[in-house]
């Protein structure tokens, strides 16, 4: 390597004649650079390209929309054969450079070319990865790089013509794999998105807008699998006929695109000895480890980080040029945006929308206009943006982030986007911004309420948001403008303003009861699906919102909701009570508090086989035993299950346990089998997720020895029959049970005890034990539910008894047998310490033999 | 280099949403969390509170709720939020490739936080 001389040149000093540059990749990023250094110095060079595709340069971002077909070739063309002759450029197409001899400052190509060079640019780009499973190498299997690419998919669209369009399967749900899908569907194939994660883009993306584009492109026909992992590539003579995924599925497939992912091309770079990581390390002046040697684009690694989008290689080609001639600048690193080109779809992220520490999220959703916009403002400064169905505030966003602009000034208004936030200073402040719209600007869409309207409500005295929605019906449909109705109330009233109830937390502004209303009404059926139709403000709500989600999706979809574990409180995702010490308590159940010798011998086993470190009787007729790691609850729960026992729920917002007396059976005061009855109520209930804990008692006489009115159920056996209490607690607040009927016959009692439960399972709000909701809404008002109507009962226990039947499915055998054991097991164990040497089982020729 | 960093496994070991743990030898038990954002956090599996098992405790935005007494943690920082006071070691945690690597060093030298009354 002789440094000095290329130092000189370098510099621009006494060099005689032009350079001789040569460029490998005549992709994006090595033309820019030749461009920039052209448009700096034309004469400084004499350059060669050379391309391993056999074309000239063109813009390979936008082979999306040729796939698509809303662009030809020609028309993404960069540079033409023209361009190559005007500049004095030897372009080499068709041909790559397979070795660099950096000794000789030579390189030479497939064909056998020798080229030799005083500056060398590697610009290689990079490969597509490839997910190594069977099958990967089969004819239609191919990737999302270049022309040749798309011409197989546009082949295989051709193909699919007489046959039904033809499927296409896409690995990989981010930018590219979409891209790709969407193309595809608009050649009229068939289209499958397999994706790894759970949520599509999941790097651009946060699940709020992640569920948006997937409901969208699926409204538009594609099958978006999420979650999916591919297990192999099923073949048929040798051409791909499929994809199966690790959970059994079958995908029937005429093509498959790989789209999972890029990784810089620096092999080339590598057999050189040049200095490569995940990328071919470069500084600020684009220079890899050789001072001859530069490198440019995707094939790069700067300050630790690679990049996959077109924006940082322009900077970067800038950078080069400046140094390749002499004025280094200097290339800092980027900050990156994204958009989605799927046509109709509009899709925007920029920065870093992780949230966290100092960060605020700032979060508007118009559900009728299927809008999401996020925006994350740190320390005065915006530093990301998240931007769905509406991206016209985009490049402001991206603007603002960039510069690192004080943003304090306009922080109210930055979600309504530029025209808004920079209207004049008396707009920055939202109730400015609403005062100043005219009288007949509409404000509810739903109801056609004009702000002139919602102005005249509250001056005629409707002083909170429930009296303007209940007088002019203003916000009371889909609640979106509640944000625009609560302006007018501070416009109109100053301090005036009447708080409205309790909202389910500080992520909404609706009600406890306006969700589990709107669920219903709008057929919300999954999470994030309620957090965007019903304008929830943080991105993924918090700890006290998902779990009451859950529950409230649980209740209203029995048997089609599926239960997300990770909005459960940890009790009821592992299925044992945590206790101070992160140890566990596990308690079978015993129904009515009966249990058998074999039982007891079984329990007394499990004990000591998992050192429970205090077996104790509870206030509910079972036995806990206590200090059970959560790495042995799977097997504490299949010996338990081994001996005809099922979870006990001791940990769940759902039926607890039935204590019963022993009753008519064995009691001389006794007047009914309350022991048999207690048994049957548990069997009806046991499993039932509930908005809080529920306890059940009977007793077989007044005497109530299963203290049964100060449960949530309750039933008093009397010679004529039962009474049945409600309502009772024994905890912080001491409440008596109210009366709630006498009934004849066990039937009786049971319908009313599954009726009584259902309706609170439909109306009590999250973590309202029965307690306080009949505090809240009155003894009367649930008389009136059960008893009004002849068949109300019926209909309610027909309810409870539908939802059980998904219900009673013992949680702990389940988990016995392996389901979720990620949860229970530890990822691995570090020992950082290793034992000294003499206390390794080794002699001294096995550890020579171990070295 | 390689040294430097602990592989603790391919990022698909963890949901999001959710965490799991590294004991470690003679040293503090590890939580790793990967958020709803699908980025990956590593703490030192103890609140500053009283001590609560943080893997266990529901995840949202980069917070974690500790599932014993509902303290708020900061993923990023370890800070207890809002009126609490107290902190929690972090660990240096980078994915690549699809892996999860914790910085050896920090693991060794993370020492649990006096439990706050």
Not at chain 1, 285 to 295: I, K, L, N, W, Y
Not at chain 1, 525 to 553: F, H
Not at chain 1, 675 to 701: D, N
Not at chain 2, 65 to 77: A, D, E, R, V
Request: with cysteine; charged share 20%.
């Amino acid at each position: 390597m002789n440094a000095p001389q290329t130092m000189k040149s370098l510099s621009g000093e006494g060099a005689a004649g032009p350079e001789r540059l040569v460029v490998i990749g005549n992709g994006m990023a090595g033309c820019r650079a030749v461009e920039e250094i052209l448009a700096r110095d034309p004469a400084r060079y004499a350059i060669t390209i050379f391309g391993a595709e056999p074309r000239v340069n063109y813009n390979r971002i936008m082979l999306s929309p040729v796939l698509a077909g809303e662009k030809t070739f020609d028309e993404i063309v960069i540079n033409t054969p023209e361009w190559y002759v005007e500049n004095d450029i030897t372009l080499i197409s068709g041909d790559a450079v397979v070795a660099i001899d950096r000794e000789n400052q030579t390189v030479t190509s497939a064909s056998g070319r020798i080229e030799s060079y005083d500056r060398l640019l590697i610009a290689t780009g990079s490969d597509p990865f490839i997910i190594p499973v069977p099958g990967k190498d089969l004819a239609g299997v191919v990737t999302f790089r270049d022309l040749d690419d798309v011409d197989k998919m546009l082949a295989a669209a051709e193909a699919g013509k007489g046959n039904g369009g033809g499927h296409a399967v896409v690995i990989g749900g981010g930018l590219l794999g979409l891209e790709a899908a969407h193309g595809m569907a608009l050649r009229g194939m068939n289209v499958t998105v397999i994706h790894l994660m759970p949520t599509l883009m999941e790097r651009q993306l946060d699940e709020a807008a992640g569920w948006l584009l997937k409901t969208e492109l699926e409204r538009r026909g594609q099958t978006i699998l999420t979650g999916a992992d591919t297990a192999e590539i099923m073949g048929k003579d040798g051409h791909v006929a499929g994809v199966r995924l690790k959970d059994g599925r079958e995908i029937a497939a005429d093509i498959v695109v790989m789209a999972v992912g890029i990784r810089p091309a620096t092999g080339l770079a590598k057999s050189a000895g040049l200095e490569v990581e995940r990328g071919i390390l470069v500084d600020d002046h684009m220079v890899t480890s050789d001072p001859a040697v530069m490198a440019v684009g995707e094939c790069v690694q700067h300050r630790g980080l690679c990049y996959g989008l077109v924006a940082p290689l322009w900077e970067m080609c800038r950078a080069l040029a400046d140094a390749a001639v002499g004025t280094p600048g200097g290339y800092t690193g980027s900050v990156t945006s994204t958009k989605l080109k799927v046509s109709g779809i509009d899709l925007f992220s920029a920065g870093d929308f992780s949230g966290g520490e100092g960060c605020e999220d700032i979060v508007m959703r118009d559900a009728a206009r299927g809008i999401y916009k996020r925006v994350i403002v740190k320390e005065n400064q915006l530093v990301g943006a998240v931007l769905y169905g509406d991206t016209a505030d985009g490049s402001w966003y991206f603007d603002l982030l960039k510069k690192g602009e004080d943003v304090s000034g306009i922080r109210e208004a930055l979600i309504f986007g530029q025209a808004f936030a920079m209207g004049g200073g008396a707009l920055a402040d939202p109730n400015s911004a609403v005062a100043a719209l005219s009288d007949d600007a509409e404000i509810c869409g739903c109801n056609g309420v004009t702000k002139g309207t919602v102005v005249a409500t509250i001056n005629a005295g409707a002083c909170s948001l429930d009296a303007v929605r209940s007088q002019c019906k203003a916000s009371a449909s889909c609640g979106s403008c509640t944000g625009l109705v609560e302006s007018l109330l501070a416009l109109t009233l100053g301090d005036e303003v009447k708080s409205g109830p309790k909202t389910l937390c500080k992520c909404t502004s609706f009600t406890h009861d306006d969700v589990r209303r709107l669920i219903l009404e709008k057929t919300l059926k999954a999470i994030p699906q309620v957090m965007q139709e019903l304008t929830w403000k943080t991105p993924d709500g918090c700890a006290s919102c998902r779990p009451a989600l859950n529950y409230y999706l649980l209740c209203a979809w029995p048997g089609e909701y599926v239960d997300d574990q990770k909005s459960r409180f940890v009790n009821e995702r592992l299925h044992a009570n945590i206790q101070k010490d992160g140890t566990y308590s596990v308690v079978p159940r015993m129904w009515g508090g009966v249990t058998t010798p074999d039982e007891l011998r079984a329990i007394a086993d499990a004990a000591d086989k998992y050192q429970a470190r205090l077996v104790k009787v509870t206030g509910g007729q079972r036995i806990d035993l206590f200090g059970i790691k959560k790495e042995d609850l799977p097997g504490i729960w299949a010996d338990l299950n081994a001996a005809g026992m099922v979870s006990g729920h001791a940990y769940g917002k759902s039926l607890r346990t039935v204590k019963t007396c022993v009753g008519s059976e064995w009691c001389r005061f006794g007047t009914q089998d309350s022991t048999g009855l207690g048994i049957k109520t548990e069997q009806m209930t046991w499993g039932s997720w509930m908005p809080h804990k529920f306890k059940i008692a009977v007793s077989g006489c007044p005497r109530n020895c299963a203290e049964a009115t100060i449960k949530d159920f309750g039933v008093i056996c009397v010679d004529s029959g039962y009474e049945l209490h409600v309502g009772g607690n024994g905890g912080i607040h001491l409440r008596g049970t109210d009366l709630l009927c006498k009934v004849a016959t066990e039937q009786e009692a049971l319908d009313t005890c599954a009726a009584f439960i259902q309706l609170y399972r439909e109306q009590a709000w999250y973590l309202e034990r029965t307690a306080p909701w009949i505090e809240r809404v009155g003894l009367d008002h649930v008389k009136a539910a059960l008893f009004d109507e002849p068949d109300a009962i019926a209909r309610l226990a027909a309810r409870f008894r539908y939802s059980q039947q998904f219900m009673q499915d013992d949680p702990w055998a389940r988990r016995a047998a392996g389901e979720d054991a990620e949860l229970h097991q530890h990822l691995a164990e570090f020992r950082p310490f290793p034992a000294p040497l003499a206390t390794l089982p080794y002699t001294p020729q096995q550890k020579e033999a171990a070295e | 280099m390689i040294g430097d960093w602990i592989d603790i496994g391919p990022v698909g070991q963890i949901s999001p949403g959710n965490a799991r743990t590294l004991p470690v030898q003679g040293g503090e038990e590890i939580a790793i969390f990967h958020t709803m954002n699908n980025e990956f956090y590593a703490l030192v599996n103890k609140c500053p509170h009283k001590h609560g098992p943080l893997s266990q405790g529901i995840v949202h935005g980069t917070v974690v709720t500790c599932p014993l007494h509902s303290w708020n943690i900061s993923l990023k920082t370890g800070e207890a939020q809002g009126d609490d006071k107290g902190c929690v070691p972090t660990i240096p945690l980078r994915v690549d490739a699809g892996r999860i690597y914790l910085e050896r060093a920090a693991i060794i030298a993370a020492q649990a936080p006096e439990r706050a009354a």
